[in-house]
């Protein structure tokens, strides 16, 4: 074998080994390339551990005040990194303990509207006809009701008990994602592939799962990126309206609240929870747009 022969054998093993590569190792290589989505990946990383330990790193509780120290400004010899409320609490370890409470609402919320669109909207797009209709019917009828009054209404029957209010937001914010999966199988469940898997033998439920919901992963994560930052703002003004996370929890949306009213005489009590509020739903965002060209099935080579 001379040498452009084997060099030709050897670019095709390697075009080989690429297509053979499952759609998440394929992905995630892509994923790695895009700069603005890595840094916005490691961004949303250091803000989790800094959440996670940063009031331990602290010698302050995010409940008790510091008696000599009122709405004091960031400083290294009071050992108020963020400075203090007006009530003399540490801002450093209020805005960790926020920073937990607002990411595990963007997340635990966004889980439950993922579980309840995808599947709700895969079955009515892939059954169609009168299932179709019948089931979009009853998502018009919710879309009737203002978003945040059917919030309110189910945190009022249910209590104010924190994961409950995750549960809440999440139950109400699966209808965009069943709207959007719906319209995508409807494109889908035509293709080559699907008809392939009914001449195979395939269940309906077994063709959703195994073909049509794989497909729809790229836009489904792309939508989950913009649901996180979403439900983290709807947080906050539940919080607003007292509705929210309640004393001596906090949360970042809380905390902006707190600080937009003393915006004049302790500005840092706004800007440092607003500064790491932006910084997450920024990130999101940009993550967001690198996943949704990682996990384009037609930019596969």
């Not at 203002?146 to 209404?153: E, T």
């Not at 945190?155 to 699966?174: C, E, K």
């Not at 719906?182 to 073909?211: M, P, Y």
Request: net charge neutral; glycine share 8%; with cysteine.
């Amino acid at each position: 074998m001379n040498e452009v022969t084997r060099d030709a054998f050897s670019q095709a093993l390697d075009r080989r080994t690429v297509r053979g590569r499952s759609l998440y190792v394929d992905a995630w290589h892509r994923l790695l390339k895009n700069k603005a989505a890595v840094a916005a990946l490691i961004v949303l990383v250091v803000m989790i551990v800094l959440v996670a330990v940063g009031p331990m790193l602290s010698d302050w509780d995010h409940e008790i005040p510091d008696w000599d120290n009122y709405s004091t400004p960031p400083s290294l010899e009071t050992g108020h990194l963020f400075g203090t409320d007006a009530l003399g609490r540490d801002l450093f370890v209020r805005t960790m303990i926020g920073g937990r409470i607002s990411l595990l609402v963007g997340l635990v919320a966004t889980l439950v509207s993922l579980l309840i669109g995808v599947s709700y909207g895969a079955v009515a797009g892939f059954f169609g006809g009168r299932v179709d209709n019948i089931m979009m019917r009853f998502v018009d009828g919710i879309y009737a009701m203002p978003f945040m009054f059917f919030v309110i209404v189910l945190m009022v029957v249910f209590g104010r008990n924190i994961f409950l209010i995750f549960v809440a937001i999440g139950a109400v914010n699966w209808l965009d994602m069943a709207r959007i999966v719906r319209g995508q199988t409807l494109s889908l469940k035509n293709k080559d592939f699907v008809e392939a898997a009914r001449a195979c033998g395939g269940t309906e439920l077994q063709i959703i799962r195994r073909h049509i919901i794989p497909n729809l992963l790229g836009v489904v994560i792309v939508y989950v990126t913009l649901t996180i930052p979403q439900v983290i703002l709807v947080e906050s003004f539940l919080s607003f309206l007292g509705l929210g996370v309640q004393e001596p929890l906090t949360s970042w949306g809380a905390l902006v609240n707190e600080g937009a009213q003393e915006l004049e005489t302790a500005p840092w009590s706004l800007l440092f929870p607003a500064g790491f509020l932006a910084a997450t739903l920024f990130a999101f965002n940009f993550l967001g747009d690198g996943l949704r060209d990682a996990l384009d099935p037609k930019d596969r080579l």
